[in-house]
């Protein structure tokens, strides 16, 4: 099968080197000047890691490149048998890209889209047969990262889920599938994790250093501030504002004025030199010598929070709790599957703090799902089969 890949960023190189590492050859169309330069660059740091690492030899790397036809023109994509659009993130030059696309590839041939926050049903419809379009979801660095999202539009055949599916597997990866609604599963999931943790510095009463302290002792390998500061404030909160504003303004997806007002002061985190924390020159984290202590609940504030949102993507079958659990182990490195967490800890439990923090606050954003409520009800659990007892599933 030959792939073809639009865009030789970060994602598309990624894209090209896991297809030509799987043995297809790969034409990489980017059309900006200075495109060229930079894929051998991203795809240069990737393979001395790799080959450091042990993932792949130099020789396999030779063979990889080799693979991968670098081009600036889009007709040769008439050839191709799949193509992965990996473009910068914009409707409009998406919806452009793969009106083009339609046209000069068969009609037989799936078109899929890497977006992380476009609606795939939208792409779609600028496409002739739009019954090929769907989204396959890589996550960065794309030939680390086990997980992969797919996501059928409101026009898209399940043949081409299927296919999708096979071809993930062929290439490494676990796939989970994905409504087509606003940030799909892995960057909805995780967003009360940073926004939960914002407001809670809002109030005043912890520091960065205290919150993130608090939520690693539940297993977390990085706190949230740690964590904005790695990606970038200004991309984290652009993800957010995105979710809020694509679920018509839901409450438990609103921003904070504090993470605004660090990237207006331009304090991005790791690479600016200074966010939540300062950094020294290597890059490192200087945290504060003094003692910190940790406030009761803050970690179950953020915790119950988290599988709230669970709750609410497999209530409205946006996934289902196997691939929403998937989705935080393997997508964003959680200690637990968030369902799992949740009959561990008891639905009951889960619902009574997050009853208490609602009535402490009266806010929208902390009303339990219905299906926690109803479970606690009808003595039910996410996982049945992984109790000895006689709870049923919902
Ligand atoms: N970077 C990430 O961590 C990440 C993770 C998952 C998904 N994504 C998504 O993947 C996509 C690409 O992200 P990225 O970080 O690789 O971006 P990037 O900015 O690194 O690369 C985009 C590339 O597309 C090229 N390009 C722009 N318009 C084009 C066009 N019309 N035709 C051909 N080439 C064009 C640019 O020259 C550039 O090389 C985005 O939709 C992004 O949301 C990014």
């Given at each position: 099968m030959k792939i073809g890949v639009v865009g030789a960023g970060v994602m598309g190189t990624g894209i090209a080197e896991l297809a030509a590492r799987h043995g297809h050859q790969v034409w990489?169309?980017?059309?900006?000047?200075?495109?060229?330069?930079?894929?051998?660059?991203?795809?240069?740091?990737?393979?001395?890691?790799?080959?450091?690492?042990?993932?792949?030899?130099?020789?396999?790397?030779?063979?990889?490149?080799?693979?991968?036809?670098?081009?600036n023109r889009m007709d040769v994509l008439g050839q191709a048998d799949w193509v992965f659009e990996a473009i910068i993130e914009d409707a409009k030059s998406k919806k452009m890209l793969f009106k083009m696309l339609s046209e000069i590839?068969?009609?037989?041939?799936?078109?899929?889209?890497?977006?992380?926050?476009?609606?795939?049903?939208?792409?779609?419809?600028?496409?002739?047969?739009?019954?090929?379009?769907?989204g396959v979801h890589f996550f960065n660095p794309v030939h680390q990262m086990a997980l992969v999202e797919i996501i059928p539009g409101l026009a898209t055949s399940p043949i081409w889920i299927e296919k999708a599916q096979n071809l993930m597997q062929e290439w490494g990866k676990t796939s989970i599938l994905s409504k087509d609604c606003p940030g799909f599963i892995v960057n909805?999931?995780?967003?009360?994790?940073?926004?939960?943790?914002?407001r809670i510095a809002e109030e005043?009463?912890?520091?960065?250093?205290?919150i993130d302290q608090s939520i690693?002792?539940?297993?977390?390998?990085?706190?949230?501030?740690?964590?904005?500061?790695?990606?970038?404030?200004?991309?984290?909160?652009?993800?957010?504002?995105?979710?809020?504003?694509?679920?018509?303004?839901d409450s438990r997806y609103r921003t904070t004025i504090?993470?605004?007002?660090?990237?207006?002061?331009?304090?991005?985190?790791?690479?600016?030199?200074?966010?939540?924390?300062?950094?020294?020159?290597?890059?490192?984290?200087?945290?504060?010598?003094?003692?910190?202590?940790?406030?009761?609940?803050?970690?179950?504030?953020?915790?119950?929070?988290?599988?709230?949102?669970a709750a609410h993507l497999y209530q409205n079958h946006i996934a289902s709790r196997n691939d929403i659990d998937l989705a935080v182990t393997l997508g964003l490195n959680y200690p637990k599957g968030l369902l799992s967490w949740a009959d561990e800890i008891g639905i009951r439990v889960v619902v009574d703090q997050l009853e208490s923090i609602y009535h402490q606050y009266m806010e929208e954003r902390y009303r339990p799902a219905v299906i926690l409520r109803e479970m606690v009800k009808n003595n039910h659990v996410f996982y049945p089969e992984k109790l000895t007892s006689t709870s049923r599933s919902v």
């Open positions: 990489l169309v980017d059309t900006e000047v200075g495109a060229l330069d930079r894929y051998y660059k991203l795809l240069d740091i990737s393979h001395k890691k790799q080959i450091s690492k042990g993932v792949i030899t130099s020789d396999e790397s030779n063979l990889i490149r080799n693979r991968i036809v670098f081009i590839v068969g009609s037989e041939i799936p078109l899929s889209t890497n977006t992380s926050s476009l609606s795939v049903t939208g792409i779609a419809s600028a496409c002739l047969h739009p019954e090929r379009v769907l909805r999931i995780a967003r009360p994790f940073y926004l939960e943790s914002l005043g009463e912890s520091t960065f250093y205290e690693k002792q539940l297993g977390f390998k990085m706190g949230p501030f740690e964590l904005m500061d790695f990606v970038g404030n200004d991309i984290n909160y652009a993800v957010s504002e995105v979710i809020f504003r694509e679920t018509g303004y504090l993470q605004k007002r660090m990237i207006e002061a331009g304090w991005l985190g790791k690479k600016s030199g200074k966010g939540y924390y300062a950094y020294s020159s290597d890059g490192k984290i200087i945290h504060p010598q003094i003692d910190f202590k940790i406030r009761n609940g803050i970690s179950q504030r953020v915790l119950v929070m988290l599988i709230n949102e």
